[in-house]
């Protein structure tokens, strides 16, 4: 479907031609609601195909850094829990 196209016109004129019930409008308006967040993923999509490689693997390993910093120092939490949790068995 092309961006131009507007998928709401053919559902007015649906929804004008006949009567539908409240079930065949909510389902109508929620075809209308997916179809336009299509476009917009559509664009986001265009967007990102736009954008340099190197601009995208440089925020990709910035986000690995720290996706490593958190899981070091959850683990580092985990560790120091279960640490104390044996000494406090140990005291008992």
């Not at 559902?11 to 109508?28: F, K, N, W, Y």
């Not at 179809?35 to 693997?57: C, H, Q, S, Y």
């Not at 850094?65 to 406090?88: H, M, N, P, W």
Request: aromatic fraction near 4%.
């Amino acid at each position: 479907m092309s961006s131009s196209t507007t998928p709401s016109a053919p559902l007015a004129a649906i929804a004008a031609a006949e009567d539908l019930t409240p079930l065949e409008q909510e389902v109508l308006d929620e075809y209308e609601r997916l179809a336009d967040n299509m476009r917009k993923l559509a664009g986001v999509l265009d967007g990102m195909a736009d954008r340099p490689t190197t601009e995208i693997l440089d925020g990709l390993r910035e986000l690995e850094r720290k996706t490593s910093l958190v899981f070091t120092l959850l683990k580092a939490s985990v560790y120091s829990i279960v640490l104390q949790q044996e000494i406090d068995w140990g005291n008992r």
